[in-house]
Nanobody, 124 residues
Framework: QVQLVESGGGLVQTGGSLRLSCAAS????????MGWFRQAPGKEREFVAA????????SYQNSVKGRFTISRDNAKNTVYLQMNSLKPEDTAVYYC?????????????????WGQGTQVTVSS
């Protein structure tokens, strides 16, 4: 079992920045690919970013490329999502996930573990 706890969400103006964190415990953190999804009210959960266990393979949704950066610090059992140039359409609950590979996460992390989510609200 893997337990994931997100933090760092909040309210920010358009163009601002936030850094989300996801702290993991349980099974060995460095052996899992990690990623982020988001879900706005009434909409499907969508993929945002993924990173392999070693950090050498990274994937992003096209709409966040150049604005968001995913990273991980395995010594701290933590994965991050740095979000810059935020837009109102980025408003959502952001969820952290852990799965076997980054490709599995891109495809939906259907066998993965999930955190409880953290709210990100971007005002216009």
């Amino acid at each position: 079992q893997v337990q994931l706890v997100e933090s760092g969400g909040g309210l920010v103006q358009t163009g601002g920045s936030l850094r989300l964190s996801c702290a993991a415990s349980g099974r060995t953190f460095s052996n899992y690919a990690m990623g982020w999804f988001r879900q706005a009210p009434g909409k499907e959960r969508e993929f945002v970013a993924a990173i392999s266990w070693g950090g050498r393979t990274i994937s992003y949704q096209n709409s966040v490329k150049g604005r968001f950066t995913i990273s991980r610090d395995n010594a701290k059992n933590t994965v991050y999502l740095q979000m810059n140039s935020l837009k109102p359409e980025d408003t959502a609950v952001y969820y952290c996930t852990a799965d076997s590979t980054s490709e599995a996460i891109v495809r939906g992390a259907i066998h993965g573990y999930w955190g409880q989510g953290t709210q990100v609200t971007v005002s216009s």
